[in-house]
Each structure stands twice: as structure tokens, then as C-alpha cells.
């Protein structure tokens, strides 16, 4: 076989195999695209479950709901840990207590540590689902969306307090965009959990309360 026909097939193989990683990818991305046109922020949602695409697709809706939820708690811990931090700083600059400015940083980052519990609770609920029979289904369904949604109120209301002076308008900026990409990953969490039990309830024969 000559050196040229050698190359050639070297080549064409190649082409074919990024070709199919290509399409692969495409049709990957496609599938995401469609599983997150029920969210309210559907490029957050993509980014979220893309890296979790498999050969074998995508994980099943249950598993997407924990994804979200996972990352959604990541977030909230990080977010909380920051928070913090701006709130220890003020104290340690502030030799009068917690006056106006500390106070409300305060009580944002126990906002924050309510919406981290109560994220880690509903991820646990959810895992709970399928495990102890459909009986019990629309009493896990039925803490999940109070948690979520509760967590969701709490960072929602928490930068609110954040207005008085002592806190840079850097670290103002960069806790209102944690505290935003909290709540959106709660909002997806939340519809994607809702069309996961959507089809449990259908493919179980479960009838709404």
C-alpha cells in the first residue's frame, strides 16, 4: 500500500472521528436545550446539566432535579462563606455592636444559612423519592417545593437590607451577583423538580391532592 493511499485513509479517519464527536456534542447540546426549556433561566440550566451528558444521554429527570439542587447548594454555601466574610470584616471595624450597616449583613447571612439548610433538606427529600413507596411520594413532593420555594424567599429578601454605608459598592456588587445566581439555580431547581414529579405522578398513576 503506498505511502500516499496510507495517508489518505489516515486522514479520512480522522475527519470521521471528529465529524462524530462533533454531531455527537451537537445533539447533546440539543437534548439539554429541550430538557431545559421549562426554567425560567434556561442557559443556567444548560450549563448546569451539560457536563453530566453521557454516551448514554442524559441523567433521568429525577437526576437532573439533584444535579440542579447540588449545584444550587454549591452555590449557597459559597455565597454564605463570602457574605461572611464582609460581615466579620464590618464587625472588626464597627467597635459599637451591631448598629444599622452589621445587622443587616447579619441577617442576610442567616437568610443565606436558612436557604443552604433548607436546599440541603430538599436535595435529601428528593433522593427519597421512589424508596418508600408512592404512598409517601406527594408528602416528599410537598417538602421539596415548601424548602425550595422558601429558600428562594429568603435570598430574594436578603440583599434588600445590604443599603447602608460600610460595605463597598465592590463587595455590594459582587454579593448581589452571588445572591442572583443562588436564586436562579433555586427557580431551575424548582421547574425541573416539577416536571420530573409531572411524569413520576403520570407513568405511577398518582393523582394530584
Known amino acids: 500500500m503506498s505511502q500516499t493511499l496510507i495517508s489518505f485513509i489516515l486522514i479520512s479517519f480522522t475527519i470521521f472521528v471528529f465529524s462524530t464527536r462533533v454531531e455527537s456534542s451537537s445533539r447533546a447540546r440539543m437534548y439539554v436545550d429541550s430538557q431545559c426549556k ?7 440550566c444548560v450549563q448546569t446539566l451539560l457536563p453530566y451528558v453521557s454516551k448514554r444521554g442524559l441523567p433521568n429527570p429525577q437526576l437532573q432535579a439533584q444535579i440542579s439542587l447540588a449545584t444550587c447548594l454549591s452555590m449557597g454555601r459559597f455565597t454564605k462563606s463570602y457574605v461572611r466574610m464582609v460581615a466579620n470584616k464590618l464587625n472588626e471595624t464597627d467597635n459599637t455592636g451591631l448598629t444599622g450597616k452589621n445587622q443587616a449583613i447579619q441577617e442576610c447571612v442567616d437568610q443565606i444559612d436558612d436557604g443552604v439548610k433548607q436546599i440541603t433538606q430538599s436535595f435529601k427529600e428528593l433522593q427519597r423519592i421512589g424508596k418508600d413507596g408512592d404512598e409517601r411520594f406527594m408528602w416528599h413532593e410537598s417538602n421539596v417545593q415548601t424548602w425550595v420555594s422558601a429558600a428562594l424567599t429568603g435570598v430574594t429578601s436578603c ?8 460595605i463597598s459598592e465592590r463587595e455590594k456588587a459582587l454579593i448581589q451577583a452571588r445572591i442572583l445566581k443562588v436564586k436562579q439555580l433555586a427557580s431551575n431547581s424548582l421547574a425541573l423538580f416539577t416536571r420530573f414529579t409531572t411524569r413520576y405522578r403520570a407513568s405511577h398513576g398518582i393523582r394530584g391532592p
Open 38 to 44: 421549562s426554567t425560567r433561566y434556561p442557559d443556567i
Open 159 to 166: 440583599f434588600d437590607g445590604i443599603l447602608g454605608n460600610g
